[in-house]
C-alpha cells in the first residue's frame, strides 16, 4: 500500500466511524437481527414447552411417548437475521459508498487533493480499504450480537463446526455489504449529480434486492398455495422431485431469473452453510461448499466487478472534470 | 387572480414531467403492474399442470387447490408491486417534490411572494396526488387490459368496480407514504437522510413490525398473502392485537385479498383495513401541517 493510500484509507476510516447517523443506523439493524433472533427464540421455547405438556399428558394417560422433541439447531434460527442483512445491510451499504463520494463533491476539497502528487487509482483504492474495514467491522459486532443473543436468550450452543459455518456465512455477507458500497461510490463518481446517483443506487436496490426474487418465488408453484402446494396435495419430498421433473424448463427460467440477483447468491450460500435449507443442516462444510461454490464465487465475481467500476470510476476526471450541475 | 395553490401544484406537475428518475422508477411500476398479469397466468398455469401430473402419479386424490380460482387473482402479484414500488415511488416522488425547490435556490424566492407555507404545502400536496392518481389510473387500465387479454373474456361490471375500488384503497395506501417522503424532504438537512429516513421506516413497516406479531421471516413477507398471527404464544398474539393497526402493509394486503377475492377468499370490504389506512393517511397530513417556515427555507446539503 502507497503513503498516499494509506493517508485516504486511515481519514476515510475515521470519517465512516465518526459519522454519528450513520453508525446509529448501523445499530438499527443491529437491534433488528437480534430482534429477529429473539422473537425466533421465543417460538421455540414455546414449541418446547407445548411438547412438553403434551409428552406430560401422554406420560399421565400412560400412552405412549411421543415422537422426539423439537430440535433447536442454532444456525438455522440466524435466517431472520441473515435476511435483514440481505434486505436492509444494502441501504446501508450504499449510504456509505455514496456518502464517501459526494462529500468530497460537495466540499470542494478535490481540487487541492489532485493537486498532490497521488496515483490515479489511490484515492479510489484507499476509500475502498476503508469501506472494506468499515464493514469488517461492522459484520463482526454482527457476529457477537448473534452468538450472544442466540447464547444468552435462546440457550443455545455453537459448536466449533457451527462457528466455522456461521463465519463463512458471514464472510459472504461482508463480500454483500462491500460490494453494495464499491457499485454506490463508483456510481456518485460517475453521474454528476450525487443525489441522481443515490436514487440509482436505491432504484437497483430495489430490482435486485426486492423485486427479482420476489418473481422468482411467486414463480414457484410450491408458493402458491398458503402452507405449501404440496403440502396442500399432501405429497411427499421424493414424490414432489418426480413430478418437478416435468416441469424442468420452467424452473430453469424460474432459476435463472432468481440468478440474475446477487442477493439470491448471497442467500442460497448463507442458508446452505447455516443449514437452513434442510438438505445441508449437520452437513460437514466440504459438502456445503461443493454443492453451493457457484454462489459464493458468483458473489465473489460480483465484489470484484463493482471493485473495479469504483476504482475506474472514482478518478481526476470523474470528479472534477466534470462540473456538477 | 389564479389561486397560489393551484400555481404551485401546476408547477409541481411540470417538474415532474422533466424528472428522468421519478419517471423511471413510475416506468418500472407500471411495466411490473403489465407482466405481473402473465407472472401469475404463467405460475397459475404450471400450478394446475402440476396438480394434474400429481393426479397422473396417483399421489394426491385432494380437490385442485386453484379450482376456485377468481379472475382477479391473476392481479394478486400487483398487491406486493404497490407495496414494494409503489410506496418507494410514492417516497421518491414526496422527497423530490421537497428537495428540489430547496436545492434549486427557488423557495426563498417563492417566500418573498405572498405566499403562505400553508398554501406552499398544500400546492404541493395537490400536485403530488394529481401524478399518483394518474400513474395508479395508468396501473388500473393495465391491469383490466391484462385480465381481458389473457382471460379472452370480457370482465364482469362486478370485478371492474372492484378493481377500480382496489386502486382507490392503493392510493389511500401510498398517500402516507407520499407525505413522509415530502415531510423528510422538507425539514431534513441532509439530502441523504432526507431519502434514508423514509426508506428505513417503509422498511420497519413492511418488514419489522409484521415480524413482531406473526413470526414471520422478512423475506416470505414479500409475498402477496398477509401474514397470519403466528399459531402459538401469548407474545405474538399480543403484538399481534397491538401492531395490528400500525401495520399498514399486512392492512393493505388483507383489504386487497379481500376486495379482489384472493386465496378463495370471498369478495367484500374489510372494514378495519380501511379504516387504518385511512387513519395513517388523515395522521400524515396533519403531519403536513406541522412543516415550519424556517425549515423548509432551510439549505439541503449531501
Same mark, same amino acid.
Given at each position: 500500500?502507497?503513503?498516499?493510500?494509506? =493517508?485516504?484509507?486511515?481519514?476515510?476510516?475515521?470519517?465512516?466511524?465518526?459519522?454519528?447517523?450513520?453508525?446509529?443506523?448501523?445499530?438499527?439493524?443491529?437491534?433488528?437481527?437480534?430482534?429477529?433472533?429473539?422473537?425466533?427464540?421465543?417460538?421455540?421455547?414455546?414449541?418446547?414447552?407445548?411438547?412438553?405438556?403434551?409428552?406430560?399428558?401422554?406420560?399421565?394417560? @400412560?400412552?405412549?411417548?411421543?415422537?422426539?422433541?423439537?430440535?433447536?439447531?442454532?444456525?438455522?434460527?440466524?435466517?431472520?437475521?441473515?435476511?435483514?442483512?440481505?434486505?436492509?445491510?444494502?441501504?446501508?451499504?450504499?449510504?456509505?459508498?455514496?456518502?464517501?463520494?459526494?462529500?468530497?463533491?460537495?466540499?470542494?476539497?478535490?481540487?487541492?487533493?489532485?493537486?498532490?502528487?497521488?496515483?490515479?487509482?489511490?484515492?479510489?483504492?484507499?476509500?475502498?480499504?476503508?469501506? @472494506?474495514?468499515?464493514?469488517?467491522?461492522?459484520?463482526?459486532?454482527?457476529?457477537?450480537?448473534?452468538? =450472544?443473543?442466540?447464547?444468552?436468550?435462546?440457550?443455545?450452543?455453537?459448536?466449533?463446526?457451527?462457528?466455522?459455518?456461521?463465519?463463512?456465512?458471514?464472510?459472504?455477507?461482508?463480500?454483500?455489504?462491500?460490494?453494495?458500497?464499491?457499485?454506490?461510490? $463508483?456510481?456518485?463518481?460517475?453521474?454528476?449529480?450525487?443525489?441522481?446517483?443515490?436514487?440509482?443506487?436505491?432504484?437497483?436496490?430495489?430490482?435486485?434486492?426486492?423485486?427479482?426474487?420476489?418473481?422468482?418465488?411467486?414463480?414457484?408453484?410450491?408458493?402458491?398455495?398458503?402452507?405449501?402446494?404440496?403440502?396442500?396435495?399432501?405429497?411427499?419430498?421424493?414424490?414432489?422431485?418426480?413430478?418437478?421433473?416435468?416441469?424442468? $424448463?420452467?424452473?430453469?427460467?424460474?432459476?435463472?431469473?432468481?440468478?440474475?440477483?446477487?442477493?439470491?447468491?448471497?442467500?442460497?450460500?448463507?442458508?446452505?452453510?447455516?443449514?437452513?435449507?434442510?438438505?445441508?443442516?449437520?452437513?460437514?462444510?466440504?459438502?456445503?461448499?461443493?454443492?453451493?461454490?457457484?454462489?459464493? =464465487?458468483?458473489?465473489?465475481?460480483?465484489?470484484?466487478?463493482?471493485?473495479?467500476? =469504483?476504482?475506474?470510476?472514482?478518478?481526476?476526471?470523474?470528479?472534477? $472534470?466534470?462540473?456538477?450541475? | 387572480?389564479?389561486?397560489?395553490?393551484?400555481?404551485?401544484?401546476?408547477?409541481?406537475?411540470?417538474? &415532474?414531467?422533466? %424528472?428522468?428518475?421519478?419517471?423511471?422508477?413510475?416506468?418500472?411500476?407500471?411495466?411490473?403492474?403489465?407482466?405481473?398479469?402473465?407472472?401469475?397466468?404463467?405460475?397459475?398455469?404450471?400450478?394446475?399442470?402440476?396438480? &394434474?401430473?400429481?393426479?397422473?402419479?396417483?399421489?394426491?386424490?385432494?380437490? %385442485?387447490?386453484?379450482?376456485?380460482?377468481?379472475?382477479?387473482?391473476?392481479?394478486? %402479484?400487483?398487491?406486493?408491486?404497490?407495496?414494494?414500488?409503489?410506496?418507494?415511488?410514492?417516497?421518491?416522488?414526496?422527497?423530490?417534490?421537497?428537495?428540489?425547490?430547496?436545492?434549486?435556490?427557488?423557495?426563498?424566492?417563492?417566500?418573498?411572494?405572498?405566499?403562505?407555507?400553508?398554501?406552499?404545502? %398544500?400546492?404541493?400536496?395537490?400536485?403530488?396526488?394529481?401524478?399518483?392518481?394518474?400513474?395508479?389510473?395508468?396501473?388500473?387500465?393495465?391491469?383490466?387490459?391484462?385480465?381481458?387479454?389473457?382471460?379472452?373474456?370480457?370482465?364482469?361490471?362486478?370485478?371492474?368496480?372492484?378493481?377500480?375500488?382496489?386502486?382507490?384503497?392503493?392510493?389511500?395506501?401510498?398517500?402516507?407514504?407520499?407525505?413522509?417522503?415530502?415531510?423528510?424532504?422538507?425539514?431534513?438537512?441532509?439530502?441523504?437522510?432526507?431519502?434514508?429516513?423514509?426508506?428505513?421506516?417503509?422498511?420497519?413497516?413492511?418488514?419489522?413490525?409484521?415480524?413482531?406479531?406473526?413470526?414471520?421471516?422478512?423475506?416470505?413477507?414479500?409475498?402477496?398473502?398477509?401474514?397470519?398471527?403466528?399459531?402459538?404464544?401469548?407474545?405474538?398474539?399480543?403484538?399481534?392485537?397491538?401492531?395490528?393497526?400500525?401495520?399498514?402493509?399486512?392492512?393493505?394486503?388483507? &383489504?386487497?385479498?379481500?376486495?379482489?377475492?384472493?386465496?378463495?377468499?370471498?369478495?367484500?370490504?374489510?372494514?378495519?383495513?380501511?379504516?387504518?389506512?385511512?387513519?395513517?393517511?388523515?395522521?400524515?397530513? &396533519?403531519?403536513?401541517?406541522?412543516?415550519?417556515?424556517?425549515?423548509?427555507?432551510?439549505?439541503?446539503?449531501?
Amino acid at each position: 500500500m502507497s503513503k498516499a493510500v494509506g =493517508a485516504i484509507f486511515l481519514k476515510e476510516l475515521n470519517d465512516l466511524l465518526r459519522r454519528r447517523s450513520f453508525m446509529l443506523l448501523c445499530a438499527a439493524m443491529a437491534a433488528v437481527v437480534a430482534l429477529a433472533l429473539l422473537i425466533t427464540s421465543l417460538d421455540y421455547h414455546k414449541q418446547l414447552s407445548d411438547y412438553q405438556q403434551y409428552a406430560q399428558a401422554l406420560a399421565q394417560s @400412560g400412552a405412549a411417548a411421543p415422537a422426539a422433541p423439537p430440535q433447536l439447531s442454532p444456525l438455522q434460527q440466524l435466517r431472520g437475521g441473515i435476511e435483514y442483512i440481505e434486505i436492509i445491510g444494502p441501504v446501508l451499504a450504499i449510504v456509505a459508498g455514496y456518502g464517501s463520494a459526494a462529500k468530497e463533491k460537495y466540499r470542494g476539497t478535490l481540487r487541492l487533493f489532485f493537486s498532490r502528487p497521488i496515483g490515479a487509482l489511490d484515492l479510489a483504492a484507499g476509500k475502498l480499504a476503508a469501506l @472494506g474495514v468499515l464493514w469488517l467491522i461492522i459484520v463482526l459486532v454482527l457476529f457477537l450480537v448473534m452468538t =450472544a443473543t442466540m447464547h444468552f436468550i435462546g440457550g443455545a450452543a455453537f459448536s466449533a463446526a457451527a462457528i466455522a459455518k456461521l463465519t463463512l456465512s458471514l464472510a459472504g455477507a461482508w463480500a454483500y455489504l462491500a460490494f453494495w458500497s464499491g457499485l454506490a461510490l $463508483g456510481l456518485t463518481c460517475f453521474v454528476r449529480q450525487p443525489g441522481s446517483a443515490l436514487l440509482i443506487c436505491f432504484i437497483i436496490w430495489l430490482t435486485v434486492v426486492l423485486l427479482l426474487p420476489q418473481i422468482g418465488d411467486t414463480m414457484d408453484p410450491d408458493n402458491q398455495v398458503p402452507g405449501g402446494l404440496f403440502q396442500s396435495m399432501h405429497v411427499d419430498k421424493s414424490n414432489e422431485h418426480a413430478i418437478m421433473a416435468h416441469f424442468s $424448463g420452467y424452473e430453469t427460467t424460474r432459476n435463472a431469473l432468481e440468478e440474475t440477483s446477487i442477493s439470491k447468491h448471497f442467500e442460497r450460500a448463507s442458508f446452505a452453510f447455516l443449514g437452513v435449507k434442510q438438505i445441508y443442516n449437520q452437513q460437514p462444510v466440504g459438502f456445503i461448499w461443493s454443492e453451493t461454490w457457484k454462489d459464493s =464465487a458468483s458473489l465473489l465475481a460480483a465484489l470484484l466487478a463493482s471493485t473495479a467500476f =469504483a476504482m475506474t470510476q472514482c478518478n481526476k476526471r470523474n470528479l472534477i $472534470g466534470r462540473r456538477m450541475k | 387572480m389564479k389561486s397560489p395553490v393551484l400555481t404551485i401544484a401546476r408547477q409541481e406537475l411540470l417538474i &415532474a414531467r422533466t %424528472n428522468r428518475l421519478a419517471l423511471l422508477i413510475s416506468g418500472i411500476f407500471l411495466g411490473m403492474v403489465s407482466v405481473s398479469g402473465f407472472i401469475s397466468w404463467d405460475s397459475h398455469h404450471t400450478v394446475n399442470s402440476v396438480f &394434474a401430473e400429481a393426479l397422473r402419479h396417483g399421489v394426491t386424490s385432494g380437490p %385442485n387447490p386453484f379450482a376456485s380460482q377468481q379472475p382477479l387473482d391473476l392481479v394478486s %402479484n400487483t398487491v406486493i408491486y404497490i407495496v414494494l414500488i409503489g410506496a418507494l415511488s410514492a417516497i421518491l416522488l414526496g422527497v423530490q417534490s421537497a428537495i428540489s425547490d430547496r436545492k434549486a435556490g427557488v423557495i426563498d424566492l417563492l417566500f418573498s411572494r405572498p405566499l403562505s407555507v400553508t398554501q406552499y404545502v %398544500n400546492g404541493k400536496f395537490l400536485g403530488m396526488q394529481y401524478l399518483l392518481v394518474l400513474i395508479l389510473l395508468t396501473a388500473g387500465l393495465l391491469s383490466w387490459g391484462s385480465v381481458l387479454f389473457i382471460r379472452g373474456e370480457m370482465i364482469s361490471l362486478g370485478n371492474t368496480a372492484a378493481l377500480a375500488v382496489f386502486y382507490l384503497l392503493a392510493w389511500l395506501f401510498l398517500m402516507p407514504f407520499n407525505i413522509l417522503g415530502f415531510v423528510f424532504g422538507a425539514v431534513s438537512r441532509h439530502e441523504t437522510s432526507a431519502l434514508l429516513g423514509p426508506i428505513l421506516l417503509w422498511v420497519a413497516l413492511v418488514f419489522v413490525i409484521p415480524q413482531l406479531g406473526t413470526d414471520a421471516h422478512p423475506v416470505s413477507l414479500l409475498n402477496p398473502v398477509p401474514a397470519q398471527a403466528a399459531s402459538t404464544g401469548a407474545f405474538f398474539a399480543f403484538n399481534h392485537r397491538i401492531l395490528q393497526p400500525l401495520s399498514l402493509t399486512d392492512r393493505f394486503k388483507n &383489504a386487497s385479498s379481500k376486495l379482489l377475492g384472493l386465496n378463495n377468499s370471498s369478495q367484500g370490504i374489510a372494514a378495519y383495513d380501511w379504516l387504518s389506512l385511512a387513519m395513517a393517511a388523515a395522521g400524515m397530513m &396533519a403531519a403536513l401541517l406541522l412543516v415550519k417556515r424556517s425549515r423548509i427555507r432551510g439549505p439541503i446539503r449531501e
